[in-house]
């Protein structure tokens, strides 16, 4: 049986190219998913890929879909510090999460989940946590 792993991406993740530019680097969130498509291509996962800008966007499809999803892997961008509806879903149905974060702030994070990545290099960042999340699975 396949894990399915819903990969959620917040808030301007699809402006990454611009920040990654910024710092003499070329990821894109294309070139990302193409990389993790490429990364489980012989794995047991079947993978929901979502970006949106819009948190009840995220929150509705974790709830209708909550059955659905074995785990997931956020990079929440700004919600890392303030998405509190999100974290709640995340809390109420039970789904096991990795949060990445390419950017360390001082704030509050609210998205803690079985581990949290912090890395500049999302290639690498992204491995780590379906690496951990597929081991999780299987024990």
Known sequence: MKMKILILYGPNLNLLGIWSANRNKTITLDKLNRHIRKYIRDKKIDLKIIQTNEEAKAISY?????????????????????????????????????????????????????????????????????????NEYEK
């Not at 659905?68 to 995340?90: C, F, H, M, R, S």
């Not at 998205?111 to 379906?130: C, F, R």
Request: charged residues 20%.
């Open 62 to 134: 974790i709830q209708n879909n909550r059955k659905k999803i074995d785990a997931i892997i956020t990079v929440p961008g700004v919600w890392q510090y303030n998405a509190y509806g999100l974290a709640e879903v995340l809390e109420l149905t039970n789904i096991p999460f990795i949060t990445i974060t390419y950017k360390e702030k001082d704030y509050i994070k609210l998205l803690n989940g079985k581990n949290n990545i912090t890395d500049e290099d999302l290639y690498n960042a992204m491995s780590t946590a379906i690496n951990e999340i597929t």
